[in-house]
């Protein structure tokens, strides 16, 4: 973690996270200071440090004499996210297949059995931050600061579209729950066996299996209405 000293800010820094991930915060509501100290029990100066933290990884956007707000998902944001996402994450996997540490496979294999549990429990919220931890994982074994800044701010966005892709009746069905974890299985594989071909081609069949329903995210389907003009209301 940063450098968050002291127990009330790494609460606040560690919640604070969790809560954008999952979207118990919703992208751009106001983050207000009042209601923050009295939270987690900080001063404005050791909050407005946590906030700055938080800002400089992407999970808060910070305006002058506006205070701070939850970073936001504007279709300006999630165009960048499509383009960017296989490009980066397929560039991740060949260099972690490239770079990883013996420790670093140890840590993905076990954060790769928390996504299982978390699978088999049902739970949405397990589901998509041991999803998300995983795949930052990897980022670390990159070795790439450039790369692994890019995957941090990209797995924000992911993370809470994920909310939907791991919801019970979202249009994700098990089976394809199911081949998301064999993917990781396949993709640890890859990077223990040093093939950086086969875990950048992982990369690019994994964000395919979730790319439709991140588009459902960003165009769900309408209300069914009738066709044609309303009907005439009639006169008292």
Known sequence: MPTV???AKSVAY????RAI???????????????LCDRYGLSRTPLREVLQLLSGEGYVTLQLNRGARV?????YTLRDFFLAAPLIYS???????????????????DAQEAFRTALTSGDVTDRALTNDQFHR???????NSYLQASLDRLLIDHTRIAMTFFRPNSGAKEDR????CRQHDEMIAAIENGDEERAAELALEHWALSRDQIELFVMPAGLEAPLGAPPKQKSA
Not at 21 to 35: D, F, N
Not at 71 to 75: A, E, K, L, N, Q
Not at 177 to 180: D, P, Y
């Open 5 to 7: 000293r002291g127990t």
């Open 14 to 17: 560690e919640d604070l996270k």
């Open 21 to 35: 991930l999952t979207m118990e915060r919703q992208p751009g509501s106001p983050l207000e200071e009042s209601e």
């Open 71 to 75: 970073s936001d998902m504007t279709h």
């Open 91 to 109: 560039a991740i996997l060949r260099l972690a297949a490239q770079n990883a540490t013996p420790a670093q496979i140890t840590e993905l294999k």
């Open 137 to 143: 994982i990897t980022g670390h074994m990159a070795g």
């Open 177 to 180: 729950l199911e081949l998301a």
